[in-house]
């Protein structure tokens, strides 16, 4: 299969968003225990692949060029979703709470979404405004997301760490 040609990294981004919107959708239909940790294993992985492509390579290179809180805030909604993607990956779905915890990771990442994708004020819209080569940017990000995805196949990806948020016991 030929890979997916994306115009930018925004456009590759938001591929990103739509193949996990269809993911989390589709564990929402599943009835199977054995098809739900599938879905939700697949979930996860994507997840963790985005997670680190906007944390090592998207974000950075915008730091200083749009508005500080509206990539702080997309850092710590990342670090929510690592918890709960930690979560699901160490668990089943016999275990309590492992369909809430997908379903609020569902929740979260829509919520995460619509911050970047809002037209004209969204962060990805702010990202369009600047000098930013796009272009070179989605393809050092496609590069990276083909050595995380051999990864995960091989290896698999170790656990979401938070990079904002010190987590602490309750």
Not at 22 to 51: M, P, W
Not at 59 to 87: C, M, Q, S
Not at 91 to 106: E, I, N, R, T
Request: hydrophobic share 45%; charged share 35%.
């Amino acid at each position: 299969m030929a890979e997916p040609q994306f115009t930018d990294a925004i456009a590759l981004l938001k591929a990103d968003h739509r193949k996990v919107e269809d993911l989390f959708e589709k564990f929402e239909a599943a009835k199977s225990a054995d098809r739900k940790q599938a879905l939700a294993h697949e979930i996860c992985v994507e997840l963790k692949i985005h997670t680190l492509l906007e944390e090592e390579i998207f974000y950075p290179a915008f730091r200083g060029l749009i508005e500080d809180d509206t990539l702080d805030e997309a850092y710590v909604e990342h670090d929510g979703a690592k918890v709960l993607i930690n979560d699901i990956v160490a668990g089943s779905p016999g275990d309590a709470f492992y369909d809430a915890k997908v379903k609020v990771l569902s929740e979260e990442i829509k919520h995460h979404v619509h911050e970047e994708e809002m037209p004209s004020e969204g962060m990805f819209a702010q990202c369009r405004k600047t000098d930013v080569d796009l272009v070179a940017l989605r393809d050092t990000m496609a590069a990276r997301k083909k050595e995380l995805l051999a990864k995960a196949k091989t290896d698999g990806l170790p656990a979401a760490k938070p990079t904002a948020v010190k987590l602490l016991a309750a």
